[in-house]
């Protein structure tokens, strides 16, 4: 993300809000609607949350969409209830559509042979960093030191960065490795926030071609969250 981001402009997004015909919200969630916590089974949306996302979402002209890392479990079990509201999981790899009650796999089939390679990478630094682990998703898998003393982590962190770039580079080349929030995760390059947004921006203009989103708003917190707004 930008060093320098501009500060928003509140009137004027408030003036776009009240004169839009139809909005679309792009939400992350650990970190922007939630606060990064030391437990990440803790990360879990308060009644005053839940009652706001409720009303934006009973609005017919909002469409409000999580987008998160967040495996399907993690957010079928906080947010599932919320039947009008969207969902997307591992970075856009699977989405659940407001009102709907499946998921969709946008990832498709995966080759996940890659993952056990990985997983020796994970696994030989988790053991050097007391309090990191490894979180296997289905397309995914992510290390996180959240909880590592925190030289000793970042330290770790940046020499796993480095070790599983060249492991990509010259095995896996459709994979990436990102950094998130005193985390790292590979994935495949196809599974990304920005793909997802931009998927969800253009079923909504051919839901209604008469009334798509004149008014978005995307909110994030790591780098992870920089493709939405491309």
């Not at 990509?168 to 590979?186: D, I, Q, T």
């Amino acid at each position: 993300m930008s060093k320098n981001p501009l500060p928003l402009n509140v009137p004027e997004l408030l003036s776009g809000f009240r004169d839009a015909r139809a909005r679309l919200f792009l939400f992350d969630w650990d970190g922007t609607l939630t606060p990064i916590v030391q437990d990440p089974a803790a990360a879990v949306p308060t009644t005053a949350l839940r009652e706001v996302l409720e009303q934006i979402c009973s609005d017919p002209a909002n469409d409000f969409w999580i987008i998160s890392g967040r495996d399907v479990k993690f957010l079928d079990c906080q947010l599932g209830s919320i039947r009008s509201i969207g969902l997307s999981a591992e970075h856009g790899a699977f989405i659940r559509r407001p009102r709907c009650t499946n998921w969709e796999n946008i990832a498709g089939p995966s080759d996940l042979a890659w993952q056990d390679a990985i997983m020796t990478v994970f696994d030989n630094f988790t053991a050097r960093t007391p309090g990191s682990w490894i979180e296997r998703k289905t397309v995914a898998i992510t290390w996180h030191y959240r909880n590592a003393a925190p030289v000793e982590g970042a330290l770790n962190a940046k020499e796993c960065r480095a070790l599983l770039e060249e492991k990509v580079a010259l095995s896996f080349p459709h994979l990436e490795v990102m950094n998130g929030k005193m985390c790292l995760e590979v994935r495949p390059k196809r599974v990304n926030k920005g793909v997802i947004a931009q998927k969800i921006l253009e079923e909504c203009r051919n839901r209604d071609v008469h009334c798509s989103p004149d008014w978005l708003l995307c909110v994030g917190d790591d780098v992870t969250d920089e493709g939405e707004h491309r």
